[in-house]
Every structure is written in C-alpha cells, then in structure tokens.
C-alpha cells in the first residue's frame, strides 16, 4: 500500500519538475532576451541590471535554471509588473476567490449530477431518461460564456435582479449576513453556468455505473429474494455505484479550471482565471508563468488524490494487483 | 476475380454500418445540417451580397435590426452580420476540423507505437502521455499566445497537441487488445510482416472508437476555441471567429442584442448536432459508451 | 526421422514495469519441455486446460517468444533466428487455431482470408492463385459460392474447416491442430478428425494434435505426449499410453473417460492453484500415492522401455532413495 501511495508521490514529483522545466524552456524560447520579457520599456536602466543579476543572465543555462528551480519552488515567483506587487500576494488572492467559486460548482454539480442520475438509472429506457439525456447533450453544447452573456442580458440587465459581475457590490452595507447574501447573489450566475458541463458528465457517470450494479448478481439476487426494489437500491446499489464516483474529482480539475477561465473574465470575478488573462494582455510574465505553475500544481495534486482515493475505493488495487 | 480484393468488403462494411446509420434521424437531421453549414460558409460570397469585413455608413448602419436587407442585422462599424457569421463560422469550422485531423492523426500514431510495440516503449510513452494530460491545456495556450502573436496556424498546433491523448488511449486499447487476438496471431502465423498485419488486421479493426470519438472532438473544438477567440487570445481581427463575433456583441447586449445572440446560436446549432452525430455513430456501430 | 526437436523450451511471463522487476510475479507456463517430433507422425499433446500446451504450441511457432531453450528444424536452431530471419520459416509451420470465430480478421471475406495465404507464396501469378484458392476450398470440401461470405456467416464445422484450408494454403510441413474439435458438436467432429487423418495422409503432413479429448487422441495419435503444468509427464506411442499408463495422472486422464465423477479425478480450484515449486513433483498435491519423497524430489523423466517414458518417483528404479513403498495395482 506504502508502495502504490509512493510510487503515485513520487510520479507527481515528477510530473511537478517536467512542468517547470517545460516552464522554463518556454521562457527561454520566447523571441529575443529571456530579460526582455521580464523588463518592460519604462523601466530604469539601474533596475534592469538588477534584474538581470537576480535572474542570473550571465550565468551558464544549467546554473540559471537551478537557481530559477529554486526561486521558483520557494513561492519566490517575482514581482508582477500590472499588480506592481509580489506575484505571490496577487496568486494569493486570486486562488482564493477561484476556490471559492469552484467549490461551490463542484457541490452544486455533485447534488444535481447524483440526483438526475439516479433518477435516470431507474427509469432507465423511458421516456424521462431520454429527455434527461438530450438535456445532458444539450448542457453539454452549450459555450459558457455565451450562455453567461444572455444571462446577464436577461436577469441582470432586463430585469435587474443578479448582479452582471464581480464578487461584491461596490456599496456594501450591513454585516456579515448581508455580505454572505450579497456574495451568494454574485455566485449564482457563473457558479450555475460553470456547473452545467459537469452536471452532464456526473449524471451520466453516476447512471452507467448504477445501472451496472444494478445488472450484477448480488443485486439480482437480492431482488430474487424478494428486498423491496427501493431497499436495494439505497442499501446496497447506490453505495457501490456512488464510490467510484470519488475518482471523477481529479479528472474534473483541468475542466473546472479551464472552465473558470472563461467565466471569471466574463462575469470579471477576481479569480485565477481573470488573472491570468489580464496579465497576457500586459505581458506580466512573471503572473502568467506562475498561474501556469499553480494550474499545473492543481492538477497533479487532483490526479494524486483520485488515486489515492481510488485506492481505497477498489479492493483490486489495495490488494496489490495493479501497479 | 471480382470477389478478390479489398473494394468489396469495404463496400460490405459500409453498407451493412449505413443501414444502420439511416435509423438514426436525428444524427441524419444533423448530419444534413452541418453540410448545409459547410456549403454556406464555403459559398458565403454566392450568397450575400455584403462582405463580412466592409465598414457601412457609421451613421446610418450601425446597429441595424435583422431585417430583409441585413439578414441578422448589422454591427457596431455597419458591417452586414450575416456575413460576417457564415464567414466567422468558415473560420471556426476550418480550425476545428484541422485540429480534429490533426489530434486523430497524432493520436493514432502514438497509440499504434505504443500498443503494438509494448513493453519499456509503451510504458515510456504511456508515461509522456499522463504528464501531456497533467498539463493544463488552456494554461499552455494562454502561454504561448502571451509569446507569440496568436494567428490560426499557431492556435491550430496548439489545440492539437493539447487534445491528442484521448485518442492515443483508445487506440493503444484497441492495439493491445487486437494483437493478441488470433486472428492476428493467424496473420502472424502465415509470414506476413510485422508492419503489414499492423496495417491490414490491426489498424482497420481499431478505428471504429476514433470514427465516434470524432464529432464530439470537433464540437469540443469549436467550443474551446471560440471561447479563446471570445477571449481575445485566439482569432485575431481582422479575421473573425464565431467567438469574437460574440465579443463584439459583449456591451451591446441590450441595444442590439442580435450581434451576440446569433453567433453563439450557430455555436449551439453547431456543437449539438456534431455531438448528435457522434451518439448515431456510436448506436449504429453498437458501441457501448 | 526427426522433423522437429524440440529442446528444454521455457516460456516464462513475468509482469514488468518500468520501475521495478519483481521476481514474484512470474509464472512459468512451459517448463524445459524436450520433445521430438517425428515426420510424418501424429504427435498428441493432452492435458487439462490451463496446463500449457497451446502456450507450448505457440511457443514453437514463435506466436509467442519462447524464454529460453531451442527448437532444432533441419539442422538449423530456429530460436537464434531474429523475427524477420525466422519469418520465411512460418510458412513450413502452421497452426489451426483453437477458437474458429476468433481467427478471422471480421473484415475479410473467405475470399481475402485465403488469398491473403496464398499470396505468401510469391511465385504464383494472380490466375494461379484463384485457381488455387478454388483448390483450397475443395480439399476441405467447402462450396465455391462461400468465397464472397464472412467467416463469422458460416458455422462452427465451415469456420474450422476454412481455417484448416488458411494453414495449408501456404503448403506447411507440420500442422499444429490446437483443439481442432473442441468447439464441435459431436457428428461435426468426426467429420473435421477424418478430414485431418486424409489430408495428413494425402499431403505428407506431420501434425501435432493438442486436445483434452481422449476419444479423438486415441482415433488420430501415432504418440502421445502428456502434459502437466508445463512439463511433459509421460510420452509414449498409443498403446503405450492407452495401454500401460504409468504416472498417476496420465491413468487419472484416462480414467475420466469412463468415470466422469470418480474421486481422484475431481479437479479443485486449491489443485489448480497451487503454485509450481522446483523442489518437488508437480502432481504431489492431487496424487494419491504421494509419498514425503514425492514432495522434496523432482522425479526424472525416465525411460520405461523403448519410446515409453513417464516422470514419476515410482518408477525409477535406478534411484537409490526409492520412495519407500511402490502403490499395489500398478
């Protein structure tokens, strides 16, 4: 068990190192002076030398890199030259905003996913399950941030009722009750939205494996032995259909990532994925390559924890079978 | 001999996959729709008068309402939107279906190598392959567009080389399962090179989940890269994309409402049936999801 | 005169990874298997499922890489050969395979199946090769309107007869036949084991015929080899072994056809799964007359009288460490 555990550890390090080394090469890619990407125009002469000493221009590629490794691995990202503060502070801050919003959607996507499943699975080749798949098909079609904008034309600016964008109104008054109320009111629109694709994908997650239990023998059996349909289904399907359902969360990072990029720019939530737009347009390389990092962290962390859960969730593995 | 050859069990093949194709209406519905699409767009020029790039009368033709003379209305510097959305959509198109070619061909080559020849090889590359997916596509294409100057060429690289794995997994799949199988055994087993049973038995008997797996990869194209182009980090102007078109729209959402709404219908339009034909694809070839 | 020896092949599959190699995992399926094949003979091959003798089969065809040993064909070590040295052997080499629906490529017509054997040959012209494909499918007494058919549209008896047509449409010398009859219904059977005796007869073949079917053995087999978890036990001619079986398997074996629940012959999953050990006799744990000895002694293959010989303790005499006691009746 120490063995498979480890053995994930160990590649996600990896991983970890390949994707900061990409990082790098990309930097040293880019046309011109890897300087020139970080120094911009208005900068003083005297600022440009110290930032090439910091970044050890002069210094063989092999050297550059470890100490780049080093700062970079440190939390020591630089100085974001839009926020003109520490890239750390700013990454801060926005991770904690992205969080809040991806939480959420991961919650509100998890009760519907399961709910609409389930209620799919029993009433499976009916005329329900069919509407809930073209649904699901549909959810599945649609772009998010065009969504987001007839949205907003409807409920925010017609007929007034949710906010268009950002995280909080601009004159907030009352405690902290209002200012969780007023929070909720912002995360309704982008949190609904970002959340449909997932629905799709949970819902019919959560059917195919219910139904597969459902076909098994100790189902069947049970059913043979007369337990009422309901009891077999909470008792003993839904757990073993449900568990697996614990993996999907790794896999559900980059798209939920992905997916808040668009989002947050077009409901301009202060998140990562505004972030890293806006530093784009300003060319604050030292924000994009740490967002990039950061995304990438993420995700090897999703992907080590799904399979650590997965671990626990199939005895196969936990006996030692797969490596 | 006319039963010797290839031809005709190919035409089998066809047929027998046709007939049950036909059964599936709503992939035909979509199917006869996104060729109509491709003709539109293909055409655009036979079928409007207007050029999706020409500048109206910044007076008099700003913001028109769709109407019989301006289709779907016009824009903010006058320019007729019915153009510019089957030219937008010629551009969109051109990317996804590029980048779909591309992934697949990408993909099924790795998945080949990997499955057909094993061992330290395909643990190698199954080992490239995770740390590809580890990496977070849209994260990679924000990089590098910040670096280059995004034109379709670069975006249709990126998307490519971002997007493959999938494919590359289902293929290895299919090899893996295929090459132990007897029939290759068989092939094997009368002399026939290495390189021809993996092209004559292997390679046709594992393409039928890439052949499902296509139209949704496209839907899922056009999808991420009109939200790019929506960003502002994929198709620059003068050249539009569905998703910039919207873009424009984006302050006018109430004033002319028509500017967003319209391109991201032909979106949805669009996505949906590709994935619509991608279901009829899968029933019709008795795959199980 | 000897067509094939085979000697000491080893087969061995080990679950490897990129990290680490374990020992463990490995799990031997032949075992230093020695065994001429004469020309012209029927050479049977019996032993329940799961002992090794369709990996043996496919080893010596090099369908499978065989790990260690040699395979002696006209004075040339087939195993030093690299893949595309050995390929022009395939052709003297031919199997028919165990499952007929699963060895046909499901996008091939009869037609293509067999012109894709023919083709092998690249001496002949493209009328030859129709004409051959028309005498392919006479020799196996199939009609010549099946050329346009898939194999899966014919039944069991057809596919397996299409499948013998495959073999020898490239003119093979020997012809493994791996549970040629085991798909079939019994009248069926009998067609397909006439079929093999004729053609045997009429094209010169040498053939090794794997099966756990004891009746067909004892209609087709010249020899019989009797295999045990990945060893030989016994060898020896029909009436050797039909007559005077001496490993307790082999009688076990034979047995089982007129007693279908007899006690000893009562195969447990605990049988099956005990694991193959180096120190002892593989068949200690299921047999009856097992002595200690049997348990810490590897038995030699011995010979019996001439062409007779069987792996098992009681029957060494030379051995000094007799096992105390030889069982009565045997």
Known sequence: MIGYIGKRIFWSLVIVLGILTLTFIIIHLAPGDPASIYIRPEIDAKTVATIRRQMGLEKPLLQQYIIWLKEFTTGNFGISFSHKRAVSSVIGEATWNTLQLTVIVFVFQLIVGVCLGMYAAIRHNTRSDQSINSLLLFFYSLPGFWLALMLISLFSLKLGWLPSGQMKSIILTGGIVQQVFD?????ILPAFILSLPFIAITTRFVRGSLLDVLGQDYIRTARAYGLPRNKILFLY???NALLPLVTLLGLYLPFLLGGSVIIENVFAWPGMGRVTVNAIFAHDFPLILATNFIAALTIVIGNLISDILYFYVDPRIRMGGIG | MMWAGRTKETVFFKRRFWRQFKKQKPALICLSFILLLGIATTFSAYL??????????????RYQKPSLQHYFGTDKFGRDLFSRVLYGGRISLTIALSVVLLALSIGLMYGMIAGYYGGIVDAVMMRFLDFWLAFPAIFLIMTVVALFRPNPFILIVLLSVTSWMETARLVRAEVLSLKSREFVLAAKGLGISDMQVLLKHILPNSLNPIFVSAPLKVGEMILLESALSFLGIGVQPPMASWGSIINDGRDVLLQAWWVAAIPGLFIVLTVLSFNLIGEGLRESMGIRK | MILLKIKHLSKTYSEKNLFSRSRKAEKKVVRSVSLDVLQGEILALVGE????????ARAVLRLVEPSSGEIIYRGKDLLRLNRKQFRPYRRHFQMIFQ???????????????????????????????TVRTREMLELVHLHENYLTRYPHELSGGEQQRLLVARALAVTPEFLIADEPTSSLDAVVKQDILNLLINLKEKLGLTLLFISHDLGAV???????AVMYKGRIIELGSRSDIYGEARHPYTKMLLHSIHFRKNKTSAVTEEHLSFPETDSSCDFAPRCQEATEYCRHKIPLFKQMSPGHRAACHFFQQETAEQPAAVAAGM
């Open chain 1, 183 to 187: 929070r909720i009111k912002h995360l």
């Open chain 1, 237 to 239: 399907a839904l757990k």
């Open chain 2, 48 to 61: 409007t008068g207007y050029q999706p790039d020409v500048q109206g009368n910044l007076v008099t033709e």
């Open chain 3, 49 to 56: 499922s799961g002992s090794g003798k369709t990996t043996l």
């Open chain 3, 99 to 129: 499952h007929p629906d699963r060895a046909f490529d499901p996008r091939q017509t009869v037609a293509a199946v067999l012109s894709e054997a023919i083709k092998m040959n690249r001496n002949l012209g493209k009328e030859d090769r």
């Open chain 3, 218 to 224: 004892h209609r087709v087999a010249d020899r019989i």
